[in-house]
């Protein structure tokens, strides 16, 4: 009886061995371990024997069934593993193929411009400020210490709806409404974007709309050295660290003195060439402190308050920024003009 | 304002500054030097020549045969087509080798069988515009006068080896219009000596009062008048160095009369005019303004019609010159005047201005009297052209000149202290440093304590107030040496508002979303503010618009966002999808008398396929649903999911079936839609959708703050229900009727089927709906599911006449 046991399990074993797939592997388990299966059958026999012999020759019948379980499962598992392997195989893909596009658009570069700035300033403790873009003469001018007939209103002819209402040439008369609001009282500081509008014929370096940024800050201690030291923080945030500033002389109606920006050309680093015209230096913005007209005619005491006010133009940074050629390309936005703007800039 | 070195240098010890030098210091001291340009436009070789003998070419009629005297052992045979070349002349030769402007190089040649060996030049040929060169000269050779020395260069005679600097002047700086006005500022950057004209003038014994007499009718439009007469002049033209001089200045010499009106004009920046005495038609002078209507014809052989916002000059009786912008026709110096009366006033820069800008003339001189000129140096000016005229044309000046008005008026004083200078400009000036500045000006001060009153120039009328000081000191300190700082004292947080941090977000999303931010004009023609037919608002207008394109203010950003669409699909760039955020301009007002309502709007538009990945052979077009989607992922950001309604609606050149309006709060506040198929056809563009709100109500509507809801803790139960309802039935309707009948248990209700067509009874559609119910206290029993749920089945029957499919 030991020995048909015996012989069973190596019969098994071996069929199991052999086995190549799990309908095998069932049947097997069936055919050896199942009620109706040969161990069972031999056990059965077990009454035959003598009484002491009964429990060893039952021990060694489950110890069989264990072994053939084990086996059985063992394979099994071998088998799933190779099943599913070979499932993952027939599932393997060309990992090079394109991946879906993830729908995405982006910014403007003027808004990116714009927002850049924006940023810079709030970190150094400005507010935004926006206006009408549609204004009065006397916010776009006479407040701003243009009165009529003052010659310098030809230098940025503009576009009059009546007599006293126009499209703002600048983003200056927030100046004034800025400080009309705060009553006399500094400081205050501000920066301001939006849309301008002048009389000029759209060209590669000319557009009857464009952006500016205007900047004041007014406060009971404000130097023109101050003026410099914030200006030179936005040139190196904006251009690059090794960037260096140079104040120049300069007229505006509204900033006595009055200065213009260049910035050392970040193309040749200052020794010349077509981005600077040959001067190593790029004009960037213009600023000055703020005339004492000005600060009286919204209600500021000249002689307590001082300011500085600068204002700049988004196009001709983003122009030299990314070296774009047209200004109009601002304003047709062609896609894959605008598709360029897609990612961080370092 | 052109400023040639040579020139420059009579007035200023220039060292051995190059041009280039000179400009970048004057740049750095205030005024922009814009270009350095050399008047030898690369020539080479050319040199005086004296025509020995001239002849016809024997084989061309129009060519001669011209022996020329260049310094050389032999003269040079030259041939020569220039219609004026003869015997004897004085003139520029390119010799062989020489190169003239484009790199022109001169060759040994053989014309018809005849050598020639070199050329002679034109002014134009040497690089001079056309424009600047002499009538006489204009159509052949130049012609030296006779005191020139032969083989030498002919470039120096002509000043061609003078460079000039172009200032780009601001207007308060009109005081450098003119050469000395430009000395005194280089002096000043310098620290060198000024060196003026000292005209001098020999009177004759007869009066000029007896020829002339002069009246002003007001004196706020002429402060000053003064006539200066000159007996027997000799009206030929005017010597090199003069010819020179303005050609170096960009101005085309005349006459030697008209010459050194304009030379003088250069030097000391006071316009002049010479009137042939003889021809004025009467003894006096009276300047006054013009009557409306009254004529003059002026120099340029134009009839004027004048008005009383007009200056004029007149003889008594007519005009006989438009003041400080032109003079008449009829009194103009000519060959044969010998008689002049030189008019040197002062006039009112604002009446200058007017004349100028109305009668569409602008003229050297009425760019000077409107940026202002030196009140000073008018009678000086006089002066200096009298004796040039002396010395140039002969003749005598009579004893005068004959005046009205004040001919000087008081310089005026300016304070600023030393304190007040450095608290400014944040520096450590001195008051000696101060002093020296004020010093290098030739401003007149006196200093008390630091205090400093300057006596200002009349020629810098642009100094009135203590801060044009300061900028006088710290230019010429240097901005170089100022110190960068940082404001102190005036801390503030900075920041976005609200609003502006919305509207970043908003972007933000929409570029999430897949669209593209593009910008585009507020300016529009009136057509396209008519896209959507009339809208309650009326057309904001330029009073003088460049274009009929951009002729009023828009009151939509669909238009030209269509526009864009247009622009790229003509570049068969037809997947778009595009996003602009900006303002439109209301007015209810016929005629604008107030500023408008400016409204910030978000507009957006998509054609072609949204989503694409050709290999995958997906591919999705953009269809109402896709504009509607993102409408409502964009209010679901700003937290106003609930109160954003969809309505059906009717809008001219929209498709009348597929757009909607958009309610907030059951407001209107935009819409979405598709563009009409005959507008699209109109732009020539591919099926286009749309939609634009006004960004500002949503901006601007306050919401519930985010409040955190616990998870649900017991399972909810779900129910579907396929509807078979009338085809005209709106989802929105059955949703509401099922929210309504659903009560505090339905928790969300979903569309997951619209079916339609083959299968369903005419005139009906399915709609299936998943019904999703939840209770916060407890699990949801059977029985309370079975109530709600038939509640809403039944409430459907009966409103909307739904049955249940399937
Ligand atoms: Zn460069």
Redesign the interface.
């Known amino acids: 009886m030991k020995e048909r046991l015996q012989a069973l399990k190596e019969e098994a074993v071996s069929k199991i061995e052999e086995a190549s797939n799990v309908k095998e592997i069932q049947d097997i388990r069936v055919a050896y371990l199942g009620k109706k299966g040969p161990i069972t059958e031999i056990l059965r026999g077990m009454g035959k024997l003598p009484a002491e012999e009964r429990p060893k020759m039952g021990q060694l019948g489950n110890e069989i069934r264990a072994i053939i379980s084990d086996k059985l499962d063992e394979k099994m598992e071998q088998l799933e593993k190779a099943a599913v392997a070979e499932k993952l195989k027939k599932e393997t893909i060309d990992v090079t ?2 991946g ?2 993830v ?6 570069p ?2 990116r411009v714009v ?1 850049e700035i ?1 940023d810079l ?8 400020a ?1 206006g ?5 003469d006397y916010y776009n001018f006479e407040a701003l210490n243009l009165p009529k ?1 003052h ?2 209103r ?2 940025q002819d503009s ?4 007599e006293d ?1 126009l ?1 703002r040439t600048h983003t200056s008369p927030m100046q004034a409404r800025t400080m009309e609001k705060h009553e006399g009282k ?2 205050v ?1 501000i920066i301001v974007p939006g ?1 301008v ?1 002048r ?1 000029d ?1 759209d060209d590669a370096t000319h557009s ?2 464009f952006t500016q940024i205007e900047g004041l ?1 007014v ?8 003026l ?3 200006l ?1 923080t936005f040139a190196k945030e904006m251009f690059g660290q090794e960037r260096e500033i ?6 505006f109606p509204f900033t ?5 920006m260049d910035i050392s050309c970040f193309n040749c680093g200052g020794e010349g060439c077509s981005v600077c015209k040959g001067t190593g230096w790029i004009e960037i913005l213009g600023g000055g ?1 703020v ?2 007209h000005v600060l009286e005619m919204s209600g500021f005491d000249s002689k307590k308050y ?1 300011g500085f006010a600068f204002g700049m133009g988004p196009e001709r940074i983003a122009m030299l920024k990314y070296g774009i050629e047209d200004i109009r390309n ?7 003009f ?2 360029q703007f897609n990612r961080v800039n370092q | 304002m052109l400023v040639s070195m040579r020139w420059l240098e009579q007035y200023v010890d220039l060292g051995n500054h190059t041009a280039e030098q000179l400009a970048d210091l004057i740049t750095k001291s205030g005024i922009e030097v814009e270009t350095v340009e050399s008047l030898n436009k690369g020539v080479k070789g050319v040199v005086v020549g004296h025509v020995v003998s001239c002849e016809q070419h024997p084989n061309a009629d129009k060519l001669n045969l011209c022996k020329v005297d260049i310094g050389e052992e032999e003269p040079v045979q030259i041939i020569c087509g220039a219609p004026n070349v003869a015997e004897g002349q004085k003139v520029a030769v390119a010799k062989v080798g020489a190169v003239l402007p484009g790199n022109f190089k001169i060759k040994k040649a053989k014309l018809r069988g005849e050598a020639s060996n070199g050329m002679i030049c034109s002014l134009q040929e040497l690089g001079i515009e056309s424009k600047l060169v002499q009538k006489e000269f204009a159509d052949g050779i130049f012609v030296f006068p006779n005191d020139v020395e032969v083989g030498t260069d002919a470039l120096e005679y002509l000043n061609l080896n003078d460079k000039v600097l172009e200032l780009g002047l601001t207007p308060n700086r009109a005081d450098c219009m003119n050469m000395l006005g430009v000395a005194y500022e280089v002096a000043a950057i310098l620290k060198k000596e000024v060196n003026l004209p000292s005209p001098s003038v020999e009177h004759s014994d007869e009066s000029a009062a007896d020829y002339v007499s002069v009246s002003i009718e007001n004196k706020e439009d002429n402060p000053y008048y003064g006539a200066t007469i000159i007996k027997g002049v000799e009206v030929k033209a005017s010597p090199l160095w003069l010819v020179n001089r303005l050609v170096s200045s960009g101005i085309r010499p005349i006459n030697n009369i008209v010459d050194i009106t304009n030379y003088v004009l250069l030097e000391y920046g006071q316009p002049l005019h010479a009137f042939d005495y003889d021809r004025l038609g009467s003894k006096e002078i009276v300047v006054r303004r013009a009557g409306d209507g009254e004529k003059i014809e002026t120099l340029d052989d134009t009839e004027r019609t004048l008005s009383s916002d007009h200056l004029v000059i007149t003889n008594g009786k007519k005009p006989v010159a438009v003041a400080g912008v032109m003079g008449g026709a009829d009194s103009e110096v000519y060959d044969g005047t010998q008689t002049i009366l030189l008019e040197a006033a002062y006039f009112n820069g604002f009446v200058v201005r007017q004349a100028s800008k109305d009668l569409n003339l602008r003229s050297d001189s009425s760019a000077r009297f409107e940026k202002g000129i030196d009140r000073n140096r008018v009678h000086l000016a006089a002066k200096r052209a009298a004796s040039l005229i002396v010395e140039l044309a002969g003749g005598e000046v009579l004893e005068g000149p004959v005046e009205a008005g004040e001919r000087t008026v008081e310089e005026k004083s300016v304070s600023v202290s030393v304190k007040r200078i450095n608290r400014v400009l944040g520096t450590d000036i001195s008051e000696n440093t101060v002093a020296e500045i004020f010093d290098r000006l030739r401003f007149e001060y006196n200093n008390d304590n630091g205090t400093f009153s300057v006596l200002v120039p009349a020629r810098r009328p642009d100094i009135t107030i203590e801060e044009d000081l300061i900028e006088e000191v710290g230019r010429l300190y240097g901005y170089d040496n100022l110190p960068a700082t940082f404001p102190y004292g005036e801390g503030t947080p900075g920041g976005l508002t609200d609003y502006q941090n919305k509207r970043r977000l908003v972007r933000r999303y929409m570029e999430g979303a897949g669209l593209y931010q593009v910008t585009t004009y507020s300016l529009t023609s009136p057509k396209k503010n008519a896209f959507f037919g009339e809208i309650g608002y009326n057309d904001i207008t330029l009073s003088m618009p460049m274009s009929e394109e951009r002729a009023v203010l828009r009151t939509s950003l669909v238009p030209h966002l269509l526009d864009v669409i247009e622009h790229n699909h003509n570049r068969q760039l037809d997947d778009v999808a595009i996003y602009e955020t900006a303002k439109v301009f209301l007015t209810k007002q016929e005629k604008v008398s107030e500023l408008p309502k400016e409204e910030e709007h978000i507009s957006a538009a998509f054609t072609g396929l949204w989503q694409e990945h050709s290999w995958q052979k997906e591919k999705k077009p953009v269809d109402f649903f896709v504009a509607k989607g993102v409408i409502e992922g964009l209010v679901e950001e700003l937290g106003l999911s609930d109160r954003i309604s969809f309505q059906k609606a009717e809008k001219q050149n929209m498709h009348p079936g597929r757009t909607a309006n958009v309610l907030l709060d059951e407001e209107e506040i935009g819409f979405v839609g598709q563009l009409h198929p005959e507008a699209q056809s109109e732009y020539d563009i591919n099926e286009t959708y749309l939609f634009e709100l006004n960004l500002e109500r949503l901006l601007t509507t306050n919401t519930e703050p985010l409040e955190y809801k616990s998870l649900p803790r017991f399972p909810s139960v779900t129910r579907d229900i396929a509807l078979v309802v009338d085809e005209g039935t709106e989802a929105q309707a059955v949703l509401n009727i099922i929210e309504q009948a659903g009560g505090k248990l339905l928790a969300e209700t979903r569309i997951f089927d619209l079916y339609q067509g083959e299968h369903m009874e005419e005139g009906k559609k399915s709609l299936a709906f998943s019904l999703r119910y939840y209770n916060p206290e407890h699990t949801l029993t059977e029985e309370e599911v079975k109530k709600a749920h038939d509640r809403v089945v039944d409430q459907l029957k009966q409103e909307i006449g739904a049955s249940l499919r399937g």
């Not at chain 1, 729908?103 to 403007?108: A, I, L, P, V």
């Not at chain 1, 009408?132 to 009065?136: A, C, G, R, S, W």
């Not at chain 1, 006595?256 to 213009?260: A, C, F, G, K, Q």
């Open positions: 193929m394109p879906r596009p729908q995405k658009g982006n910014h403007h003027l808004t927002e924006e300033f709030i970190g150094m403790g400005f507010s935004i926006e009408p873009e549609v204004e009065t007939n010659p310098a030809d230098m576009f009059y709806i009546t209402i499209l500094g400081p500081k849309r509008y009389r014929t009857h709309q800050m406060g009971e201690n404000v130097r023109m050295s101050d410099k030291g914030v030179q140079r104040l120049r002389p300069s007229f006595e003195p009055s200065v213009e402190m005339h004492p001082t601002f304003y047709t936005n062609d896609v894959r605008l598709k």
